[in-house]
């Protein structure tokens, strides 16, 4: 029995999947009892809350608009006088009785510092749009907000009152203008109000503190943490984006007697000369204290991993194929999101009909039009991190960034190129390419004409490099394939040569083959 092959690929520790939980799920079970309890209670609450609610808008919303009338939205001075009474006194009472009539009860604790202290206030977890009850207790700071929210009827013309950073989706350069907006307002020496930002970026279920973004400790001035907790025996705010809808949200909050939520301003944080040089090691030191203090763990989630999960929703993959804190995977690979956006898309064709996102080995094959052989069965293998039998979304990318696109290089392909043109005349003709297949492969004819023609692009009956070239480009898998082909016959090639015959071949067999496995060692 000739020995078997064994694969150099190590598994590194932070290309495994991490064992938390997902953050961005809310899973929310209702008993039958609940939902007749809160259909009786909200028979009489709801309709109350919502007068109460509509005639406490009638009020501010005339209010908002004497605040910001002819004062100009861009290049404005912050608001002083009688307008920035009526914002910090005025405003903010009113919407603290809106809250009130949706039944919050607020709980503060700790102390808010001056602006002059602490310019920026980061507030976490962000867990729910029922969050801006925050900026009413902090006395209306200036937020960062969207440039549509203001367009938002009668809620945009309260965002005006804040003054808000603005962001835009359309400006190209809106990142780089609100960090230097951020900057300058921060260091104003109390000149601005307090800027409170929300430094996750997007709602979590609260089970942990996600990466914070950069934006409020790139100023490297003093930041103060503030904690959200709802300590509710029934949760009713947590708005992720798989789980109940707004609105659903909404009816249930409204149908509870009352809705708890614990304000919590921590000692200001102030940055140490290394953290005033390094936004992220500010950032991660702001999250620890806040983690601790919640008693909650800190993860490597980011806004982009929910993100990548929506995309897979609306790509019907399920969460657990491998997406959970996939950004660190793609920072560790220098993927960008395109990058990201268009492998999870290639994953979902193969998994699409897959049970749990999950691929198999069959299911592998298939895609790639392939019978079950040994070359398949290793790159199968290699994809295969953790031995479990399938590929999830993890594996599947490292494996085409790690594995397959390094092997795309020109001369590999032109090495596989001949491999097909026995004739040598730059041209695969159907022939050569059944020839090929169906003796290294074993692939059935019915497969290979419907592979020939995937790759013969212009239809002319024969392939030309750069279609062979362009096709392995977008269907990187088919020239690791290959290699792992050549690379099977070459090893079996040693394995029964004569003790004297490898003698004489095997230095230059032996150099080739250390190449490979110390290559795909660096680049995993």
């Known amino acids: 029995m000739p020995t078997q092959r064994v694969s150099a690929l190590p598994r590194q520790q932070s290309l495994l999947l991490p064992a938390v939980i997902n953050p961005f799920v809310q899973d929310t079970k209702l008993s039958r009892g609940t939902i007749i309890r809160c259909a009786l209670i909200g028979i009489v609450l709801v309709p109350l809350r919502a007068i109460l609610m509509s005639l406490v808008l009638m009020v501010t919303w005339p209010v908002s608009v004497i605040i910001t009338f002819k004062y100009p939205l861009k290049g404005a001075e912050p608001m002083t006088g009688w307008r920035r009474f009526l914002c910090q006194n005025v405003m903010a009472t009113l919407g603290r009785l809106y809250y009130f009539s949706m039944g919050f009860r607020v709980i503060v604790k700790g102390k808010q510092v001056s602006s002059s202290e602490a310019p920026i206030l980061a507030v976490a977890p962000h867990s729910t749009f029922f969050d801006g009850i925050v900026c009413l207790v902090a006395g209306l700071p200036s937020t960062v907000s969207r440039v549509e929210n203001l367009a938002t009827p009668i809620f945009g013309r309260f965002v005006r009152c804040l003054q808000p950073v603005l962001v835009s989706r359309k400006d190209p350069?809106?990142?780089?203008?609100?960090?230097?907006?951020?900057?300058?307002?921060?260091?104003?020496?109390g000149h601005w109000p307090q800027l409170l930002i929300f430094p996750e970026g997007t709602c979590t279920n609260r089970s942990c503190l996600i990466t914070f973004k950069q934006g409020a400790f790139i100023p490297g001035v003093p930041v103060q943490p503030v904690i959200l907790r709802y300590p509710n025996k029934m949760d009713t705010v947590t708005w992720t984006w798989q789980g109940f809808g707004s609105t659903t949200l909404l009816l249930l909050t409204l149908c509870q007697p009352y809705t708890t939520v614990e304000i919590e301003f921590l000692p200001p944080c102030i940055p140490s000369e290394e953290e005033k040089k390094s936004p992220t090691l500010f950032a991660n030191h702001v999250r620890d204290v806040m983690g601790r203090a919640l008693g909650v763990p800190v993860t490597d989630h980011t806004y982009e991993d929910c993100r990548l999960m929506i995309s897979a929703g609306e790509l019907t993959l399920p969460m657990e194929a491998g997406l959970v804190e996939f950004t660190k995977i793609s920072r560790k690979l220098n993927l960008k999101w395109d990058n990201v956006k268009k492998e999870l898309e290639g994953f979902a064709n193969i998994a699409r009909s897959c049970k749990g996102g999950r691929i198999t080995i069959e299911e592998f094959a298939k895609f790639l039009q392939l019978p079950l052989n040994p070359a398949l069965k290793e790159l199968f293998t290699l994809f295969d991190r953790d031995g479990d039998g399938t590929i999830d979304f993890r594996e599947y990318v490292i494996g085409v960034t790690i594995l397959c696109r390094p092997a795309n290089t020109e001369d590999v392909l032109r090495m596989a190129f001949r491999l097909f043109d026995t004739d040598e005349d730059e041209k695969i003709t159907h022939e050569e390419f059944t020839a090929l297949l169906r003796s290294a492969l074993g692939v059935s004819s019915l497969n290979m004409t419907k592979l020939f023609k995937d790759i013969?692009?212009?239809?002319?009956?024969?392939?030309?490099?750069?279609?062979?070239?362009?096709?392995?480009?977008?269907?990187?898998?088919?020239?690791?394939?290959?290699?792992?082909?050549?690379?099977?016959?070459?090893?079996?090639?040693?394995?029964?040569?004569?003790?004297?015959?490898?003698?004489?071949?095997?230095?230059?067999?032996?150099?080739?083959?250390?190449?490979?496995?110390?290559?795909?060692?660096?680049?995993?």
């Open 456 to 524: 013969d692009a212009d239809g002319s009956g024969f392939i030309t490099f750069s279609e062979f070239q362009a096709f392995a480009s977008t269907h990187p898998e088919y020239a690791k394939l290959f290699t792992t082909y050549l690379e099977l016959q070459r090893y079996q090639a040693i394995q029964e040569a004569p003790p004297g015959d490898l003698e004489l071949s095997s230095p230059s067999i032996s150099e080739d083959k250390m190449e490979d496995s110390v290559s795909d060692k660096k680049e995993d």
């Open 173 to 189: 350069d809106s990142r780089k203008n609100t960090i230097k907006e951020i900057e300058n307002r921060a260091k104003s020496g």
